[in-house]
């Protein structure tokens, strides 16, 4: 219920001031009813403020035989099923499912003030959403939704007003979604200038600095890289050993109680590192089954299958002793030249990526064996260096974690952004009130004349 609205202000219902009304679907069964030629609007299909086509075409014959019917050019949607309050407007003559309800504001009422005034109010219609599986409303219920309603001289103007804020808002939107993958591919651009020696470059000069004791694998396929002459170019299996996890044996599962028994799964492998949300747990009898299949602090992990396959990083301290999930493999027992941080950055590294990517496609079922683990390329510098690189991409990490934390403070703010826009819009706040433009009262008046066919009076602009 609107409060405290402007003197020349009136709050009416949906229904007292547009026509709603709701669509349907034809027989699935019937192909006579399907791939006309007449477009028909589900859910998906409302994904911007015009609707301009549609996935789904219904015949003439779909048309006659079904609940559904043709919304012109203008109407607007509003989602009424499983999803309450998206809205838009059709810029097409189209059907629409049950599930979409079609509005025709009446022609004394400016249509472009009445979308909005449905954006404003979607969090109270959601409110009043009904059932168990999925919340639903019906069109008694959006007949009913209170809509404050200015003199339209007024509606014009804050019509105008928001289409000005809507348009920066949607700007300044676009150019935030540029931001995580723009920081996506900065971190990316550290870890390759990490791992090619080039982030070091400056720092290395000058320094006598001793060669990795590792077998150097000169003639392997991927030594085209150029990395300094001090770096061993080897592979994994030189510097530890490549093992898998263990699925959880027949008639076991797990528990999200704490038994100190963590089990990590592939969904807990992130960004180099092991989440620890959600986590589960082993129960006694399970785990000393699988006992031998656990992870140690500073081990590596690479997911080998999966939609995340190549995932890698480091196990932190944290999660010493737990057992790894088959979907992973570990690389332990790291050669003691080998700082296991600067590993974890060469693992997430794009060449390292590239290579398990390459080395995936190239697998018969698209699976990342340890095998091929074992050959893949290393490039070590020495310790001291490794310890230099591993310090200065934490700190420009530091960096950008801070600016990312700033992002989603910025983009949360902006998100609000226009539904606090939208309540001070239909509060009355947001353009002056003028004494000439008349009374709401007087508009609504006139509504309920034409709507009694009764001629109303003459207005220049609808």
């Given amino acids: 219920m609107t409060v405290n609205l402007p003197n020349n202000w009136v709050e009416t219902t949906l229904g007292d001031i547009a026509t ?43 048309l006659e035989n079904s609940s559904t019917k043709i919304f012109p050019k203008g109407t607007i949607l509003f989602t009424i099923f499983a999803t309450i309050g998206k809205v838009g407007v059709l810029d097409i003559d189209a059907t629409t499912n049950q599930a979409i309800a079609g509005i025709t504001p009446i022609d004394l009422v400016n249509h472009r003030f009445i979308t909005y005034s449905l954006l404003e109010l979607v969090q109270e219609l959601q409110k009043q959403g009904k059932g168990v599986a999925q919340k639903n409303i019906n069109l008694t219920i959006l007949k009913a939704l209170n809509v404050p309603l200015p003199p339209l001289p007024e509606q014009k103007r804050i019509v105008a007003k928001l289409d000005g804020l809507f348009a920066h808002f949607e700007e300044v939107k ?47 396929s991927y030594s085209h890289v150029q990395v300094p002459k001090v770096w061993v170019n080897t592979i994994i299996e030189k510097i530890g050993l490549v093992k898998g996890g263990k699925r959880l044996p027949k008639g076991h599962k797990l528990v999200s109680e704490n038994t100190g028994r963590p089990y990590i799964r592939a969904r807990d492998l992130k960004e180099g590192t092991v989440l620890t949300t959600n986590m589960m747990f082993l129960l006694p009898e399970t785990q000393a089954q699988i006992n031998r299949y656990i992870v140690n602090k500073l081990d590596l992990y690479i997911t080998i299958v999966g939609a995340k396959i190549g995932d890698a990083g480091i196990i932190p301290e944290t999660m010493h002793g737990a057992n790894l999930t088959e979907n992973a493999a570990k690389i332990t027992e790291v050669d003691s030249h080998v700082n296991p941080n600067y590993m974890a950055l060469w693992l ?10 390459d080395t995936i ?77 008349g009374d ?18 003459n207005r220049s602009e609808k």
């Fill in 174 to 220: 676009t150019r935030l979604d540029k931001i995580p993958q723009l920081l996506k591919d900065f971190r990316q651009q550290v870890l390759t200038q990490a791992v090619t020696g080039k982030l070091t470059k400056e720092w290395r000069e000058g320094k006598e600095l001793l060669e990795v004791k590792i077998e150097s694998i000169i003639n392997n």
């Fill in 361 to 437: 496609m190239s697998a018969a079922q698209g699976k990342l064996a340890l095998t091929r683990i074992k050959q893949l390329p290393v490039y070590i510098p020495p310790s001291e260096e490794q310890t230099e690189i591993v310090s200065r991409v934490e700190t420009l990490f530091l960096t950008v974690d801070e600016i990312e934390e700033k992002y989603n403070y910025l983009k949360q703010k902006t998100e609000n952004l226009p539904q606090a826009v939208l309540q001070k819009a239909f509060n009355g706040e947001l353009v002056e009130q003028l004494t000439s433009d």
């Fill in 348 to 357: 997430r590294g794009s060449i390292c990526q590239n290579n398990i990517q």
């Fill in 440 to 457: 709401a009262r007087e508009l609504l008046r006139e509504i309920e004349a034409l709507k009694a066919d009764v001629k109303p009076i």
């Fill in 20 to 62: 709603v009304q709701s669509g349907g679907t034809p027989s699935r069964s019937n192909k006579l009813y399907w791939d006309g030629d007449i477009p028909w609007v589900k859910i998906s299909d409302i994904d911007n403020w015009y609707v301009k086509e549609t996935k789904e075409l219904i015949t003439k014959s779909g």
